[in-house]
C-alpha cells in the first residue's frame, strides 16, 4: 500500500469535556491557545498564531461527566509541538506556576517532552522535536528512540522573560 502524502498533517484535535470554562481556563489561561470562536456555552474553538483552530473543545455530549476510567480505550494524549527549546521552556513555567502537575518528562532523542493532564483527565504531551539530522539511528539506519530524563530545571533556564 502506497503511504500518505509526506506533507499530509493531522489538522486539529477536538475533545469533549465536562466544563467548557474550565477547559478555557487551561488550554487557554495556562497554554496561552487564542479563543477564535465560542459558541455560546457549548463549544469554543482555539489556535496558535490566529489559525482557524488547532483544537476544539465541547460539552455536546459530556457536560459534566467524568473522565475515562483507567485500563479503557480512548485518547491517549494530545501532543503540541513549539517552535523551539525556548517555548517548551516557556510551557513548562506556565504549568508550574498554575500549579499543574508535571506528570512526566522524557528525553525521547527525536524530541523532549513534558507530560500534564487537562483538567478533564487528558492527557497532554508538550513538546520540541530535535532536528531530523540529530535523530538516533542504528546502523542501518533506522530510529532508535530512547526515554532518557529531561533536566526540567535546565530546561526553564531558557525560557524567556515572562510578559506580566
Known sequence: MKPVHPQTRIGHVHLKVADLDRAIAFYS???GFEVQQRYGTQA??????GYHHHLG?????????TPAPKG???????????????QLADALRRVIEAGI????????????AIYVSDPDGNG???YVDRPKAEWPRDADGNLTMVNDPVDLDALLAEAPASVQ
Do not use: Q
Not at 44 to 49: E, I, Q, R, T
Not at 72 to 86: I, K
Open 29 to 31: 489561561g495556562v497554554l
Open 44 to 49: 469554543v474553538f482555539l489556535s496558535a498564531g
Open 57 to 65: 473543545l465541547n460539552t455536546w455530549e459530556s457536560r459534566g461527566g
Open 72 to 86: 479503557h480505550t480512548g485518547l491517549y494524549h494530545t501532543a503540541f509541538l513549539y517552535p523551539d527549546r525556548a
Open 101 to 112: 502537575p508535571i506528570e512526566g518528562a522524557a528525553d525521547h532523542g527525536v524530541s523532549e
Open 124 to 126: 497532554v504531551e508538550l
